[in-house]
């Protein structure tokens, strides 16, 4: 197994969060079943390249794509889900690090080619109608990515504004409550409307959404930028660029396990 796909630190923190595997049978045992690791190390190939998952190279991976794939529908049905479990771990320790700042978050979304259909697909406004979806992101000031959400392309990004600010974890890791919303909120000229600017200040946030018809140049751009670097972060796992699975639930467990590789890459940093 190419330990380079699940370094130590990755498996440590999932190791953790996966379910029991089922006891053997002592009579009529069947094969061995492929351990947990070299599983999640088929996975994170598929994520990485984007190859299909016939594809994947079971002598260099340690286990076949067909068993990489089980064990991703298995640990995404899991109670709770394993991905956004380990999304929120991360996040917490991020912020104990004191790498976290929830006071300015950006959010924004981004159009996908879906090739096989599925659920979450519509006709995309932005690719001549075919059929996409939308990843929709919110980052704090440095970009790190708190929730991600799927639908289908042509969902106006507005209507997905709350629904996004729910996925937000209670983030623990320092004295006090949980944090779960940031105070500021940049967004562009996409989600004016005053309706969601009224929802906004009735949680507390202060919308900070650029105008349409008003000439560029309001200084939003200077903070907003991060969550579009966060899309560039995302869409370096080729498997995102292009949604192939048909099941959204298997892509939004691929889209929070990028989003938790990328907390870790913060994480070390700020080491």
């Known amino acids: 197994m190419?330990?380079?796909?699940?370094?130590?630190?990755?498996?440590?923190?999932?190791?953790?969060?996966?379910?029991?595997?089922?006891?053997?049978?002592h009579r009529h045992p069947g094969r061995l079943r492929?351990?947990?690791?070299?599983?999640?190390?088929?996975?994170?190939?598929v994520l990485?390249?984007?190859?299909?998952?016939?594809?994947?190279?079971?002598?260099?991976?340690?286990?076949?794509?067909?068993?990489?794939?089980?064990?991703?529908r298995d640990w995404t049905e899991a109670a709770e889900g394993v991905w956004p479990r380990l999304h929120s771990a991360l996040l917490t320790e991020l912020r104990r690090a004191d790498s976290l700042d929830l006071d300015d978050c950006a959010v924004d979304s981004s159009h996908v080619r879906a090739l096989k259909?599925?659920?979450?697909?519509?006709?995309?406004?932005?690719?001549?109608?075919?059929?996409?979806?939308?990843?929709?992101?919110?980052?704090?000031?440095?970009?790190?990515?708190?929730?991600?959400?799927?639908?289908?392309?042509?969902?106006?990004?507005?209507?997905?504004?709350?629904p996004l600010l729910d996925a937000i974890p209670s983030i623990r890791g320092l004295r006090g409550r949980p944090r779960h919303k940031?105070?500021?909120?940049?967004?562009?000229?996409?989600?004016?409307?005053?309706?969601?600017?009224?929802?906004?200040r009735q949680r507390g946030i202060k919308p900070l959404i650029a105008r349409r018809g008003v000439a560029h140049g309001s200084g939003l751009g200077k903070v907003r930028w991060v969550v579009e670097r966060a899309?560039?972060?995302?869409?370096?796992?080729?498997?995102l660029r292009i949604r192939y699975e048909r099941r959204a639930d298997l892509h939004q467990?691929?889209?929070?396990?990028?989003?938790?590789?990328?907390?870790?890459?913060r994480l070390q940093a700020a080491f």
């Open 2 to 25: 190419r330990t380079d796909l699940v370094p130590d630190d990755l498996w440590e923190r999932v190791a953790m969060l996966l379910p029991h595997s089922p006891e053997r049978r």
């Open 34 to 45: 492929v351990p947990a690791r070299a599983a999640l190390a088929g996975i994170m190939y």
């Open 48 to 72: 990485r390249t984007g190859v299909a998952w016939r594809d994947v190279p079971a002598e260099v991976v340690g286990c076949s794509g067909v068993t990489a794939w089980r064990r991703l």
């Open 117 to 162: 259909r599925g659920d979450h697909v519509g006709p995309s406004p932005v690719d001549r109608a075919r059929p996409g979806s939308k990843h929709h992101l919110v980052v704090d000031r440095h970009g790190t990515p708190l929730a991600v959400t799927l639908t289908s392309g042509n969902r106006h990004d507005v209507t997905q504004l709350m």
């Open 182 to 200: 940031p105070r500021r909120l940049y967004a562009d000229r996409g989600y004016d409307f005053d309706k969601y600017r009224r929802l906004l």
């Open 231 to 239: 899309f560039a972060w995302l869409h370096q796992f080729k498997r």
């Open 253 to 265: 467990g691929l889209l929070e396990l990028a989003c938790s590789i990328i907390c870790l890459r």
